[in-house]
């Protein structure tokens, strides 16, 4: 059959008229909000962060592919928190999120804004020690100290989520921090004695 009517009508030629005139302005919009969305979006883009640590706010301009551990190590020069694994395998970056325990290794800082952060500095009232760094010192629960910031902020929160009732349960719930110096028998006696005054805390 022709495609070609009696008036001279060309369907062809009609149709691909039509689909040229929609694909160009569909083409140019995609372009554009390509372009807007990939400037919106660029990682590489500084951003204004606050980030509430221990109490206080500190304000900041970082790449947003910055992690907590880099905020807090690289720009607010709070070294407790230790870089292990950097694959949140180890748990010696661990902090406290909102009374949460994270690997802070793993959690972008732009993803912590509004929060309450407690780093392993945040722990003490002033000379005073929290029960838990005191416990970890008086059962001689490290040895080489790397890993021991991230084990007392875990330890904090396996006591405050009501897992310290037993030595099965801690080593249960410890179980994310690694000791490389195999302390783990005096880490379950630092948090039995320290469970108590957390509790009443």
Known sequence: MSDNSGSGFDRRAFMAGTAASTLVPLTA??????????????????????????????????DARTTVLDALREHLGLTGSKKGCDHGQCGACTVLIGDRRVVSCLTLAVAAQGQ????????????????????????????????????IMSAVACVKEGHAGSDADIREYMS????????????????????PDIMKG
């Open 29 to 62: 919009r995609a372009a554009t909000q390509g372009s807007d969305a990939a400037a919106a979006q660029d990682p590489t883009l500084p951003v204004d962060v606050t980030l509430r640590v221990n109490g206080e706010d500190k304000h900041l301009r970082i």
């Open 116 to 151: 309450d952060i407690t780093t392993i500095e945040g722990l003490a009232s002033g000379d005073r020690l929290h029960p838990m760094q005191q416990a970890f010192i008086d059962n001689d629960a490290f040895q080489c100290g790397y890993c021991t910031p991230g084990q």
């Open 176 to 195: 994310g921090n690694i000791c490389r110096c195999a302390a783990y028998p005096n880490i379950v006696a630092a948090v039995k004695q320290a469970a």
